[in-house]
T-cell receptor
Framework: GESVGLHLPTLSVQEGDNSIINCAYS??????FIWYKQESGKGPQFIID?????DKRQGQRVTVLLNKTVKHLSLQIAATQPGDSAVYFC???????????FGTGTQLKVEL | EAGVAQSPRYKIIEKRQSVAFWCNPI?????LYWYQQILGQGPKLLIQ????????DSQLPKDRFSAERLKGVDSTLKIQPAKLEDSAVYLC????????????FGPGTRLTVL
């Protein structure tokens, strides 16, 4: 069936380095993608989103890249900080409603 | 602006018991969602409300789960009777407009079924 998945379940980076979290999706009809950050014991927190008519979108220290040819989504975090340690989920929206399908998540660990 | 409120934060029950969770969305948000998040997985949509009407409940196990949003504001999710596999975090989210808007999540209720 259609699904959203992540390549790496755990990513460890040094403080100050850049992080890249990847996500593969299989539903070519998806028109909206979103990244959430979830810290332990908390609900998912919105980071950044992108529509399917865009290839790149930048926020504060974060950039999302969308490659529709290979159905790939990535989240880049610049100058990773200890506070960035969390699980990161990508999610996709398909169709006219607002239903999101989430991937399984990547644990980002920032080492001092 | 206050965020999505949920209660209780934690609940422990025995199998076959019933349990209810409460959610109050961000003020003015017409769309409300309930998700189930099993440990190590991403959230899975259970039900979506638009005001007091159900938009999507295709993944809600209706033999044991029920949800309501009678006045189009706060919502209750109930499980009766609970099974061991219902152990999960139950997340509530809301959006201001239908379609394409960011879903804002509450802190969740962690349910443990023994």
């Amino acid at each position: 069936g259609e699904s959203v998945g992540l390549h790496l379940p755990t990513l460890s980076v040094q403080e100050g380095d850049n992080s890249i979290i990847n996500c593969a999706y299989s539903n070519s009809a998806s028109d909206y993608f979103i990244w959430y950050k979830q810290e332990s014991g908390k609900g998912p927190q919105f980071i950044i989103d992108i529509r399917s008519n865009m290839d790149k979108r930048q926020g504060q220290r974060v950039t999302v890249l969308l490659n529709k040819t290979v159905k790939h989504l990535s989240l880049q975090i610049a100058a990773t900080q200890p506070g960035d340690s969390a699980v990161y989920f990508c999610a996709e929206k398909t169709g006219g409603g607002n239903k999101l399908t989430f991937g399984t998540g990547t644990q980002l660990k920032v080492e001092l | 602006e206050a965020g999505v409120a949920q209660s209780p934060r934690y609940k422990i029950i025995e199998k076959r018991q019933s349990v209810a969770f409460w959610c109050n969305p961000i003020s003015g948000h017409a769309t409300l969602y309930w998700y189930q998040q099993i440990l190590g997985q991403g959230p899975k949509l259970l039900i979506q409300f638009q005001n007091n009407g159900v938009v999507d409940d295709s993944q809600l196990p209706k033999d044991r789960f029920s949800a309501e949003r009678l006045k189009g504001v706060d919502s209750t999710l109930k499980i009766q009777p609970a099974k061991l596999e219902d152990s999960a975090v139950y997340l509530c989210a809301s959006t201001g407009l239908a379609g394409g808007q960011t879903q804002y999540f509450g802190p969740g209720t962690r349910l443990t079924v023994l």
